[in-house]
T-cell receptor
């Protein structure tokens, strides 16, 4: 079974530039999550989708971050413009059932903002 | 009080030792509990779900104490390969079933 795919794996940009990350969840998983993980901390949920609808985006900095999952399958997370404090690993995860089921993570995208 | 709290460690133990981590949670209505393991520069992976009756998987034992609102993870006969960060995850018990992640406990098993 194919796992969660993410690209790119690494990205280096300068502050005020834009960046986009892509995620393809495990086939059949209706729930998709984007997390931000800063070095030394646990993952912080940015946004949770159930199919193509947003379930929770309470911790998404909406002035600069946006995410979409138009067809209920793959998803894109965008940062525009990036700040130094956005340097982190961005993890995508998926699960069959939200909240009570195992989350499967992709390898993450390591973003460095200079 | 944070929703999910863990001792960040690091815990440094010799091979063969037994080590235990606790994780406290604030929402008494939480229903689902998990331990995830994260190796350095890797993604988190599910280690164990935590059931009310407790559960064991080889050298790993997870327990839930609802009265005191904490879960625990016990690792027996530690191996070098157990060195990782162990993340406690608790569901929010709300309608959106959001999972709340702890900051993780770092374990280093030394030869």
């Amino acid at each position: 079974e194919a796992g969660v795919a993410q690209s790119p794996r690494y990205k280096i940009i300068e502050k005020r530039q834009s960046v986009a990350f892509w995620c393809n969840p495990i086939s059949g998983h209706a729930t998709l999550y984007w997390y931000q993980q800063i070095l030394g901390q646990g993952p912080k949920l940015l946004i949770q989708f159930q199919n193509n609808g947003v379930v929770d985006d309470s911790q998404l900095p909406k002035d600069r971050f946006s995410a979409e999952r138009l067809k209920g399958v793959d998803s894109t997370l965008k940062i525009q413009p990036a700040k130094l404090e956005d340097s982190a690993v961005y993890l995508c995860a998926s699960s069959l059932v939200p909240g009570t089921d195992t989350q499967y993570f992709g390898p993450g995208t390591r973003l460095t903002v200079l | 009080r944070k929703e999910v709290e863990q001792d960040p460690g690091p815990f440094n133990v010799p091979e063969g030792a037994t080590v235990a981590f606790n994780c406290t949670y604030s929402n008494s209505a939480s229903q689902s509990f998990f331990w995830y393991r994260q190796d350095c520069r890797k993604e988190p992976k599910l280690l164990m779900s935590v059931y009310s009756s407790g559960n064991e998987d080889g050298r790993f034992t997870a327990q839930l104490n609802r009265a005191s609102q904490y879960i625990s993870l016990l690792i027996r006969d530690s191996k070098l390969s157990d060195s990782a960060t162990y993340l406690c995850v608790v569901n929010s018990a709300g309608n959106n079933r959001k999972l709340i992640w702890g900051l993780g406990t770092s374990l280093a098993v030394n030869p």
